[in-house]
Each structure stands twice: as structure tokens, then as C-alpha cells.
């Protein structure tokens, strides 16, 4: 069995910033790995991001209702095979919801979530400093964790320096973000190999993040982003 000498508790590191640790028990986590996993497969599956500089980002993506690239939205893989991105249930949208809920601590939430990224980490992978505001909405982001731990380094909404707080991130942990921190820079700058819950069968790190677009008008057509759209 194993117990926390000091258990970890809600922490709030930022205005608008708050961390639920073990949010998922041990069954909801193994249903959302092995939804990771359909989710994963092609057409629309995962994919390694390649940045506008020409390098590859080491985390592998996939998206639900909105694909995500350098640059832009699209209703397509743009950058990878042109099969229309994988819609989003509505039971993950819920999740969201509840997610924020429970960070809050208040009225229910109205938004409507239509965006997921799932990352996977393998050992080596890290995720740069940046913002996630390619949206046009400004309700919080909603971050889950499955498998490996890591470091996650929330940030300042000015710059992709100092001040942050490393915040150690474990399989169902929950991480929220919205109101003044909505635009915070953030990243994960280590991944803890061999850490997930042995029950999961996963050898690295997912990451669900979701979010409301907030768009308009075109399903179809890409739609401009200003900075990084991962999470």
C-alpha cells in the first residue's frame, strides 16, 4: 500500500490557478488511458507537431473537435493525413465542466468545451514555456494527467521567465487555469520515467487539455493562432 507521509493537498499557486491532486481514482484513469489510446489510432491519430522554425516538438499530439497546429484551428489534420479531426464526446466536455467545478468551487460552469489535446511524454519529452492563446475564449483551461508524473512549470503572463512555480504533477491530478492566470506562460520541463500506477499499463505521460474555442462562422476553414497550442 502506498501512503502519502504528508498528503497532498489543494494548492492554489497563481490567481486563478488552482491544483486538485488524485482527481481521478484509479478506474476513471484506466477508462481515459483507454480512450487515450482509441483516440491515438488513425486516421486523425497521433502525430508529431513540427514548429514553423522546422524542428518537431517531443511531445506527440492528438486533437478532439478542433485540430491544432502551429498557427491555426482547422476541422482537419492539416499537417497530417486531411482526415477530419475526431470529434469530442460529450461526456468529456461534462468532465471538463465538473473539472472546473471543482476548482472553483462555485455556481456550475456554462461553457461549453469543444477543444482537446492529449500529449503523450515519452522519458525524454519536454514542453517549452508558452501560452495557450490561440482561443477566443477566455474560460479556464482544464489540464489532466495520466501516468508518468512531471514537473509542471506555471509561469507569469508576461514573460517566459521568472517568477513560476514548479508544481509536481501526478496521474489524476487536476490543474486549472483561467480568470488572471488564463494567459500564463507554462511548460514541462521534466518527465519522472517509471512513475505511473503500475495498473495503468502506460509507460510515460498523458495530458488532456481542454478548452473552449470560442469560434464562429466556418466549421471548415483554419482559423489564426497567435502563440503555442499545447499543453
Given at each position: 500500500?502506498?501512503?502519502?507521509?504528508?498528503?497532498?493537498?489543494?494548492?492554489?499557486?497563481?490567481?486563478?490557478?488552482?491544483?486538485?491532486?488524485?482527481?481521478?481514482?484509479?478506474?476513471?484513469?484506466?477508462?481515459?488511458?483507454?480512450?487515450?489510446?482509441?483516440?491515438?489510432?488513425?486516421?486523425a491519430?497521433?502525430?508529431?507537431?513540427?514548429?514553423?522554425?522546422?524542428?518537431?516538438?517531443?511531445?506527440?499530439?492528438?486533437?478532439?473537435?478542433?485540430?491544432?497546429?502551429?498557427?491555426?484551428?482547422?476541422?482537419?489534420?492539416?499537417?497530417?493525413?486531411?482526415?477530419?479531426?475526431?470529434?469530442?464526446?460529450?461526456?468529456?466536455?461534462?468532465?471538463?465542466?465538473?473539472?472546473?467545478?471543482?476548482?472553483?468551487?462555485?455556481?456550475?460552469?456554462?461553457?461549453?468545451?469543444d477543444?482537446?489535446?492529449?500529449?503523450?511524454?515519452?522519458?525524454?519529452?519536454?514542453?517549452?514555456?508558452?501560452?495557450?492563446?490561440?482561443?477566443?475564449?477566455?474560460?479556464?483551461?482544464?489540464?489532466?494527467?495520466?501516468?508518468?508524473?512531471?514537473?509542471?512549470?506555471?509561469?507569469?503572463?508576461?514573460?517566459?521567465?521568472?517568477?513560476?512555480?514548479?508544481?509536481?504533477?501526478?496521474?489524476g491530478?487536476?490543474?486549472?487555469?483561467?480568470?488572471?492566470?488564463?494567459?500564463?506562460?507554462?511548460?514541462?520541463?521534466?518527465?519522472?520515467?517509471?512513475?505511473?500506477?503500475?495498473?495503468?499499463?502506460?509507460?510515460?505521460?498523458?495530458?488532456?487539455?481542454?478548452?473552449?474555442?470560442?469560434?464562429?462562422?466556418?466549421?471548415?476553414?483554419?482559423?489564426?493562432?497567435?502563440?503555442?497550442?499545447?499543453?
Amino acid at each position: 500500500m502506498n501512503v502519502e507521509l504528508f498528503p497532498r493537498n489543494r494548492t492554489v499557486p497563481a490567481d486563478g490557478a488552482v491544483h486538485v491532486p488524485d482527481w481521478l481514482g484509479p478506474e476513471q484513469q484506466r477508462e481515459l488511458v483507454a480512450a487515450c489510446r482509441e483516440w491515438a489510432s488513425p486516421p486523425a491519430g497521433m502525430r508529431t507537431v513540427r514548429t514553423p522554425g522546422g524542428g518537431t516538438m517531443t511531445a506527440q499530439q492528438v486533437c478532439l473537435g478542433w485540430h491544432w497546429y502551429p498557427h491555426g484551428y482547422a476541422r482537419t489534420v492539416v499537417d497530417g493525413d486531411n482526415a477530419p479531426v475526431k470529434r469530442l464526446p460529450r461526456w468529456l466536455g461534462d468532465l471538463a465542466r465538473k473539472a472546473v467545478e471543482e476548482a472553483y468551487g462555485g455556481d456550475p460552469c456554462p461553457a461549453r468545451y469543444d477543444i482537446a489535446l492529449i500529449n503523450f511524454y515519452g522519458a525524454e519529452a519536454r514542453m517549452g514555456m508558452h501560452r495557450d492563446s490561440d482561443e477566443r475564449s477566455d474560460d479556464p483551461v482544464v489540464s489532466i494527467s495520466l501516468g508518468d508524473s512531471c514537473v509542471f512549470r506555471f509561469g507569469n503572463t508576461e514573460s517566459r521567465g521568472r517568477p513560476y512555480h514548479d508544481v509536481d504533477l501526478r496521474s489524476g491530478d487536476l490543474f486549472v487555469f483561467g480568470g488572471a492566470s488564463r494567459l500564463a506562460y507554462h511548460g514541462v520541463p521534466r518527465v519522472r520515467p517509471g512513475t505511473a500506477p503500475p495498473a495503468l499499463g502506460l509507460s510515460g505521460r498523458l495530458n488532456i487539455t481542454l478548452r473552449v474555442s470560442g469560434f464562429t462562422g466556418s466549421a471548415t476553414n483554419p482559423l489564426p493562432a497567435t502563440d503555442g497550442g499545447s499543453g
